[in-house]
């Protein structure tokens, strides 16, 4: 391994600690190195905040080192006023000797034009450097700009005869396939994207909350599917926890935070999409996750298969254009990942 990608492995680490709260900006790492000692290190700030290659700079103590020094940053630096300014404008300020850039941006207010500008001003530019690492870094931002549409995960458990629920049950809760263990993980996962969806079945047979109670962390977005306008306030989708937003065909009430819909994944989409909302996970039920698979709508799906046997139910999803990336076992829950293509 070289020192450009060992120090480039350094900056995706902390990419990857900024994420959930950056969105929807990128989560960009950043890694200053001064004679091959690392100098400086910063991550994307929070939304609105500071970005990763300003966060970095402002650590470095010895501000005169900048000079002789190596900035490795994941993203292209910007080179827009956006929230805040420039940071290609910063990297020129401080005479940063080189960059080293690990993928473009595909956003078309930077997309090169960040390269361009430090070049223009002498500074030494390597880009590619763990370039499939960094880009898969930043699957939801390239997704959102380059697909017009938000990053798609799917999930669900499943019994091992291939079931995701019993036909009947007693209770208006759900039936848990997976292990505690297991469900505190998609709890993490709700955490870490920027919107839940589900859809009416989902909450009338299982009256979910959708939140992250299990895990330490932000709750996403609820949004539902609701083409009748049947769900009433009883239910816990609609309690004060978290922003919510219903897809339906009829609007029952003035207070109702309602989306106009026909009952398509494009929709979806579309509404995420001038939203500025980069990632949805989407949860439930069959019909629901069924429609996005059969529409090539989605970007990643993560399903547990159980030990439980159901016998008769719900079938599971059936995924197309697919590729297993791999399998962990979780007690007696497996755990897969899979890509589509």
Not at 119 to 131: A, D, R, W
Not at 142 to 167: E, M
Not at 217 to 235: A, C, H, M, V, W
Request: charged share 25%.
């Amino acid at each position: 391994m070289s020192s450009d990608q060992l120090y480039m492995y350094r900056a995706l680490q902390l990419a990857k600690i900024g994420r959930v709260n950056a969105m929807p900006n990128p989560s960009v790492g950043a890694v200053i190195v001064c004679n091959d000692v690392i100098i400086g290190e910063g991550y994307t700030s929070p939304y609105g905040g500071s970005h990763a290659e300003v966060n970095a700079i402002n650590s470095v103590k010895n501000q005169e080192l900048l000079k002789e020094s190596t900035l490795y940053v994941t993203l292209e630096p910007c080179s827009h006023f956006g929230k805040t300014p420039p940071c290609a404008h910063l990297i020129i300020e401080k005479k940063i000797a080189k960059v080293v850039i690990g993928c473009i941006d595909p956003f078309v207010e930077v997309s090169g034009k960040g390269i361009q500008l430090l070049k223009e001003n002498g500074i030494e530019v390597i880009t590619g450097v763990l370039e499939k690492e960094c880009q898969q870094s930043h699957q939801r931002f390239f997704t959102f700009h380059l697909k017009k549409r938000p990053y798609i995960v799917l999930k669900w458990a499943q019994s091992a005869d291939g079931f995701i629920a019993p036909l009947t049950k007693d209770e208006n809760k759900p039936v848990w396939l997976s292990n505690a263990y297991s469900r505190q993980l998609t709890h993490k996962w709700r955490s870490e994207e920027m919107t839940i969806l589900v859809g009416k079945q989902t909450v009338l047979d299982d009256n979910p909350s959708l939140t992250t109670r299990d895990w330490q962390g932000k709750k996403p977005i609820r949004l539902f599917i609701d083409t009748q306008n049947e769900i009433d306030d009883s239910y816990q989708i609609l309690n004060q926890e978290a922003p919510t937003y219903r897809f339906t065909k009829i609007k029952k009430t003035v207070k109702d935070q309602f989306i106009p819909f026909e009952n398509t994944v494009q929709e979806i989409c579309d509404f995420c999409y001038q939203n500025n909302i980069q990632s949805v996970i989407v949860e439930g039920g069959r019909q629901t996750l069924q429609s996005f698979i059969d529409a090539g709508i989605w970007d990643e799906a993560r399903v547990f298969e159980t030990s439980v046997i159901v016998e008769q139910g719900i079938l599971a999803p059936v995924l197309t254009n697919f590729q297993k990336t791999k399998s962990v076992l979780i007690e007696k829950d497996c755990l897969h990942f899979y890509e589509h293509h």
